[in-house]
């Protein structure tokens, strides 16, 4: 499970460089300072996940990159073993 966790965590070791910049990035950081759990939905290969690149990328700017977790639950290794 370890290296699950490392290899969605690539950002501990350097930025996300496979991403475009996309115009809704700046909204949705503002949304960031709320205590409130937010839920972004969209249809399969939208671009959710690359959304959530560019706000880490943006969020290391100020942050440790160790202090940002990124957990992709459709990763096989968390699916229940039935």
Known sequence: MEQVILNQN???KSIYTDVFHRSVLESLMDYLPMKEILILT???RSG???LFKLIINKLL???EPTKILF???EDPHFLPAW
Request: proline share 0%; no cysteine; net charge positive.
């Open 10 to 12: 690539k950002h501990w």
């Open 42 to 44: 969209g249809i399969r």
């Open 48 to 50: 959710k996940s690359s």
């Open 61 to 63: 700017e100020k942050t």
């Open 71 to 73: 957990i992709n639950s």
